[in-house]
């Protein structure tokens, strides 16, 4: 039988310097936008209300920042990641332009590093992802690390070339919108009468609300993204695995932490840098998602006395209500935890 179909890079495959240009450009559409809020159950009036984004200067209802890096992400999946048991986290997420329905992203990644584990079947491969909408302007940029399987496993190449990533995005490279203006924001709209000089450095915030997640929400999300990694969506495969099901995307639990945010963090009207990342601990439907946020840092914007910056960090379990969690400093000890992600975020003064 001839072989015309792809089957994804594994470890030996990747060669560090090379850039891969990805398929299927993809253009957002209305459907999407409602699609995302269906299968997320995000509330901010940014994404859903044109006229409550027209207020604040955009030309309409603004693409979901988790959406967008989900849509670029699941262009680079076929190449880096379809052969990938794990993706281990992210750093140096930038959103650097607004993308509206109708914009069309496509993607492309450079491979910075790759080394051998403990494990002899994986070896773990670090990348730097690319959006551009159909104006070549970028609208985002990260970098993520994976475990990715061999093609003979057993076989050590001897790579050992692990890349130290940065460790937080600098607020002098914080993306604001050039064209917003909250000189009309209205938190009747949102219902929280808390601003920028409201949260302080140290407090932490319960989210009160859990969402449980299903295998079949779960897999629309993962078709929406067009994420192709069959973690995710095979279980003929993934009965073969150590798990014997399914995986969450991780990716999909940040909005779902994002979306559970809302209360509380009402008027964090933008995602504009993710610092770092990961996911602790895989996740199942079945489980109820919690979350909770601490305020790590608030920072003053070069330029903007109307806006803000918050850098925050949420801690998102399974199963375990954060009213009762325990507030440790290192909260990925505990085995409820999933996700432990930090991020700034934009918000009035």
């Known amino acids: 039988m001839t072989r015309k179909t792809r089957v994804g890079n594994f470890f030996e495959d990747f060669v560090v310097g090379k850039t891969i240009h990805h398929a299927v450009p993809r253009t957002v559409t209305e459907g999407d936008l409602a699609l995302y809020i269906a299968l997320t159950g995000d509330r901010r009036p940014l994404h859903c209300s044109r006229e409550f984004a027209r207020s604040l200067g955009f030309e309409r209802e603004v693409v979901h920042d988790m959406l967008v890096f989900h849509i670029v ?60 909408n159909q104006r070549e302007e970028p609208v985002l940029q990260f970098y993520r690390w994976a475990m990715v399987n061999k093609r003979e496993p057993g076989v050590n190449s001897g790579a050992d070339d692990a890349r130290e990533l940065p460790r937080q995005v600098a607020v002098e490279n914080l993306h604001v919108p050039p064209v917003l203006d909250l000189a009309r924001f209205d938190p009747e709209i ?7 000089e409201d949260y302080e450095p140290g407090e932490r915030i319960l989210h009160p609300q859990g969402l449980t997640i299903e295998d079949a929400e779960h897999q ?29 995307y991780g990716g999909h639990v940040i909005s779902l932490a994002r979306a559970l945010s809302f209360n509380g963090l ?21 489980a109820t998602v919690f979350a909770w946020t601490e305020v790590v840092a608030r920072a003053e914007l070069s330029g903007r006395t109307d806006v803000g910056a918050l850098r925050l960090r949420t801690v998102a379990t ?9 507030l440790k400093q290192d909260a ?10 930090d991020y700034w975020v934009l918000m009035p003064r």
């Open 190 to 196: 949102t219902a929280s009468r808390f601003f920028w």
């Open 220 to 248: 629309m999300a993962t078709r929406l993204y067009q994420n192709t990694a069959r973690v995710h969506f095979n279980q003929f495969a993934m009965s073969k695995d150590r798990f014997g099901r399914r995986l969450i």
């Open 318 to 326: 399974k199963d375990q209500p954060c009213a009762e969690f325990p």
């Open 332 to 341: 990925a000890d505990h085995p409820a935890v999933i996700l432990d992600l």
């Open 266 to 286: 009402a008027n964090a009207f933008h995602i504009t840098a993710i610092n770092g990342g990961r996911h602790v601990a895989p996740l199942f439907a079945g």
């Open 73 to 132: 992400f699941g262009r680079a999946v076929p190449d880096v990641s379809l052969n990938s048991p794990a993706n281990l986290g992210y750093a140096d997420v930038r959103f650097l332009s607004t993308v509206y329905p109708g914009d069309t992203l496509r993607a492309e990644t450079e491979v910075i590093g790759k080394r051998e584990t403990s494990r002899p079947d994986v070896g773990i491969v670090w990348v730097h992802t690319r959006g551009f």
